[in-house]
């Protein structure tokens, strides 16, 4: 079956520093979707990119999907400690399935 | 707060009980999801309902199973618990059962079984 896979699974960064995390899909994707999860919290939806190439930004974070719908990045600018927890990414299946979810990208921030 | 609600918050079991997590999804989706999260691990999806049927399955044990009512809420029933069982399980919730749709996930319900 379709595959979400994410590098890397640990980074940490100095408080000030960008981060980035990839995400590759075995398969093409009709779209991609971000989730946030705080540390002792719930994944939270951050955004959904539908179209090859696209590019979303909401304040420090950028979006991307890739020209061919098989990748994804999310880059943040500057981290705070506010940006701590693990960032994954979702696909669906194919069809009318759930998505699929990478293992995630836990993001530490050292002040 | 995402609107949907999970039911207990925190459970403590033995090896070889069986217990009952409750997800209410958010008013107007139709769609649950569960999920089960092992320490340092990704969201493993478990099992989909949609309208109260089943719709799709993931990884989930013979051991564990689900159900959505007529009034949209899901359990998930977990029996025979192991001590590998240990994990948070996530309930989230779509309005339509597709690929498209974001979902919304509860706050989850942390299970340790002894």
């Known amino acids: 079956g379709q595959q979400v896979m994410q590098i890397p699974q640990y980074q940490h960064v100095q408080e000030g520093e960008d981060f980035t995390t990839y995400c590759n899909s075995s398969?093409?994707?009709?779209?991609i979707q971000w989730y946030k999860q705080r540390p002792g919290g719930h994944p939270v939806f951050l955004i959904q990119l539908v179209k090859s190439g696209e590019v979303k930004k909401q304040k420090r974070l950028t979006f991307q999907f890739g020209e061919a719908k098989k990748n994804s990045s999310l880059h943040i600018t500057a981290t705070q400690t506010t940006d701590v927890g693990t960032y994954f990414c979702?696909?669906?299946?194919?069809?009318?399935?759930?998505?699929?979810f990478g293992k995630g990208t836990r993001l530490s921030v050292i002040a | 707060d995402s609107g949907v609600t999970q039911t207990p918050k925190h459970l403590i079991t033995a090896t070889g009980q069986r217990v009952t997590l409750r997800c209410s999804p958010r008013s107007g989706d139709l769609s649950v999801y569960w999920y089960q999260q092992s320490l340092d691990q990704g969201l493993q999806f478990l099992i989909q309902y949609y309208n109260g049927e089943e719709r799709a399955k993931g990884n989930i044990l013979e051991r564990f199973s689900a159900q959505q009512f007529p009034d949209l809420h899901s359990e998930l029933n977990l029996s025979s618990l192991e001590l590998g069982d240990s994990a948070l399980y996530f309930c989230?919730?779509?309005?339509?059962?597709?690929?498209?749709?974001?979902?919304?996930f509860g706050p989850g319900t942390r299970l340790l079984v002894l």
């Open positions: 979702a696909g669906p299946q194919g069809g009318n399935t759930p998505l699929v």
């Open positions: 398969t093409t994707l009709s779209n």
């Open positions: 989230a919730s779509s309005v339509t059962p597709g690929g498209q749709e974001t979902q919304y």
